[in-house]
Each structure stands twice: as C-alpha cells, then as structure tokens.
C-alpha cells in the first residue's frame, strides 16, 4: 500500500512540469483495494483494468520503473512512451488498460474464454469503477460469463462518483453486488478501506473462478480523495464530505490495526513508510534522464505497416 501510494504521489510531480501530458487519474485512497488482490494472482492470470490503472498494475506485478517511464512518456517506458499513463501493456505478467469505460471487461471475458479452452487453471479479472457497470458491454460480458460458467472475476472499485455523477443518482440498485444473480453470478460487497476484508473476499472470488463456479463480482466500496483527474475542479463534492471521507485513510486504518496487534510499530512504519519514499525519488530521478522517444517515430504503431 505504501508503493501505490507514493507511486501516485511521484506521478503527481509530472503535471505541473508539463512531463505528462492529457488527463492523470490517480488512485489515492484506493490502496487497501490493490493490495487485497496480490497473493491471490498467478502470472497466467489475466488482468484488464481501467483509465486508473496504477495501483492495479503494482498488485499484477508489472516493473514500476518502466510503469513510471511510460507515465513520464520515456523512451525506457513499458510501451515505449507511446501509450501513456492510460494505455499501460505488459504482455509478460497479461497486464492490460483502456481508458473507455467499461471496455476492459469484455476484453477479460476473452481471457476467461481461453483459459477454459487451454484449462490451464488461469482466471481472468477485470477491475472497474460504478460507472462500467451500467454500460452495455458489463451487461453483456457478464451474461456471457455467467451463461458459460466461466472463471471471470470482476472487482468493483465503487468509489461513489462516476466523475461528477453519483452513483445513487445512476442506479436503480442499492448495490451492485445484488445484481449479481441476474448473471448467474456470486456477488459480495465489501469495505474497501479494509485490505483484509477485501483480500477475503477477492480470495473466494478467484477460488470460486478456478473450481469451475463461474464469475463472480466483489463490490469493495472506496472514496478517491483527489478529482477524477489532475485538474478537476472537483466542485460536484462538498469541502466537509471530502475533508471526512479522506479522513478514512486506508494506509492509517491499516498502521492502526498492525500497530495494535503488535505486527509493527509506529517507529517501524514511519521508516518503511521514508524508505519507500526515498526509493520512488531516486527512481522519478532516474526515470528524468532517460531520452524521450524520437520525433521520427511519431507515427510509428498508428498505421499497418507493410513488410
């Protein structure tokens, strides 16, 4: 948790420099739900996520120092500097973005398709925000995956706004996790300021997955403590509910519970904690004197080339 955390934190430098550019959608305050997936993910599992991918790909175990060259938009990225923070690919660890909304789960409902042909015990995950869930492709994937039983887990990151819309104004559910069944689907919902309780819970989603019990969908509730991107007014949310949302930190509930079961103390946290930190600016230091990627290939990966 403390990695994605400041990871996103190094990401922020980017944008008043002007080293990102577009739109930079950060995952603060969604730690605990990231964190909860790694253990329970194989490599052969596949993973598509969203326009807020980062932490995602952290738990996935895709290199950070080239996940953070790519968001530099560095020669050295993981795509070369082509894709951006948005379009982060790792074919090696089956890591995969989109910034449409809702477009990942259709592609992992293909993943989940062909690890049932190969039954190589893979599963695929599509994690999504409440605002995919009312689009057409969710509906249709997860009747599909239910229709065939097939090992797709999707995990909801409902952080209660889609943008600036909030999401008891784009339901007609109270949750998300109760539309489960229509699909043949287990559906939970969880406190995703808890890692344990979304660890659980994602835990028997994928055992579920491989047994052959078809998909599931794990609604972990959250709250994203800055605008839906670097630059978002962010007007749509009050001063008070913002200031008491993001005083439900995930990393503070989680030092909290360590310290008092006696697993660490304050000392020992606040060092990893300047450990970590220290780690990611000599990385963003190193990351800032790789090249750019050339003028010349600005084109290149835009049209087929003939060979």
């Not at 109760?178 to 559906?187: C, D, L, M």
Request: proline share 3%; aromatic share 6%; with cysteine.
């Amino acid at each position: 948790m403390l990695w994605m955390r400041h990871f996103e934190l190094t990401c922020l430098e980017g944008v008043p420099t002007r080293e990102i550019h577009g739109e930079l959608h950060t995952a603060i305050g969604q730690e605990a739900i990231s964190a909860a997936m790694v253990g329970s993910l194989r490599k052969e599992d596949a993973m598509c996520s969203t326009h807020r991918n980062h932490m995602h790909a952290i738990a996935k175990g895709v290199d950070m120092r080239a996940m953070l060259a790519e968001i530099f938009e560095r020669k050295t990225g993981i795509c070369g500097g082509f894709g951006g923070h948005m379009h982060i690919f790792d074919p090696s660890v089956k890591f995969s973005a989109t910034g449409i909304v809702g477009a990942g789960v259709p592609v992992a409902l293909g993943h989940a398709y062909a690890a049932r042909l190969k039954e190589n015990g893979a599963i695929a995950v599509a994690v999504v925000g409440d605002g995919a869930v009312n689009t057409g492709a969710f509906h249709e994937a997860m009747n599909m995956a239910g229709a065939m039983s097939l090992p797709l887990v999707v995990l909801v990151e409902n952080n209660e706004w889609a943008i600036s819309v909030p999401f008891s104004a784009s339901s007609a559910t109270e949750t998300i996790a109760e539309r489960a069944p229509s699909w043949g689907a287990h559906g939970v919902r969880v406190n995703g300021l808890d890692v344990e309780a979304v660890a659980d819970a994602f835990t028997n989603a994928t055992s579920r997955a491989r047994s052959g019990e078809g998909p599931s969908i794990v609604e972990a509730m959250c709250y994203r403590f800055r605008g839906h991107f670097e630059g978002d007014a962010d007007m749509y949310r009050s001063k008070d509910e913002k200031e008491a949302r993001r005083a439900q930190d995930p990393l503070e509930i989680t030092k909290n519970t360590l310290i008092s079961r006696g697993l660490a103390t304050e000392d020992e946290l606040r060092s990893m904690s300047n450990s970590v930190q220290e780690s990611m600016a000599q990385m963003l230091s190193s990351v800032r004197s790789d090249p750019a990627p050339d003028s010349a290939d600005a084109k290149r990966f835009v049209f087929v080339e003939s060979h």
